[in-house]
């Protein structure tokens, strides 16, 4: 399988993974690793080191430790427009401009799910192939390296979807690489606003919001 065909079954991979871990989670494996195995080395093995821990790991331990890693602790947020603009206008405007594009390519997200979460983020990268998927990722380049060393720091077994989310893009250079400084050093914005439409501010810092997998059928909504 080619790079560019394998790209968007690890995206896919990692978005189902980094989604609240239901019922349906151990059902899923199988295909997972084997989307796993056809991500190539760098992107596969660490997702394939998470999913031995899922498999190993009773399904209400694996949530609690979900809900630990990613509702209770600011350094491991998933919604990743807030590493650049914390609860700001602006992170308002970057949500509309990513919900647009998202309806642009086909993918519509129901009235209680935020455009920036990861997972969410992933599953357009998969559905909007190799190109506009990095694209869009890279914008978020940042965010993305801070979650997974924030991730590691904690040593949560979910660093290891994140190592395997970074595998699918360039190396950081040059700007990039101050820009993940700059954001470690100071952290995001602290202007506090209101961001409706899109939810209440007591509403933003928890539910992961479930992406429609392509793996295998799944409504949306199967997530906290």
Known sequence: MSRAAALPLAWQAQS????YPDEQLPGR???LRRAASAAGARAGH????????AARTPLPDLAADYVATFDHRKRCCLFLTYYAHGDTRKRGMALLQLKQSYAAAGLRLTDDELPDHLAVVLEFAAIAGADAGKNLLQQHRAGIELLRLALAEAASPWADVLASVSATLPPLHGEERRAVARLAAQGPP?????LEPFAPPEYMPRSPYAPQPLLSPQPR???R
């Open 16 to 19: 189902v993974l980094l989604s």
């Open 221 to 223: 909504g199967g997530r």
């Open 46 to 53: 660490p997702l394939h080191r998470f999913l031995d821990h």
């Open 29 to 31: 494996l199988p295909v």
């Open 190 to 194: 602290e202007e506090q606003v209101g």
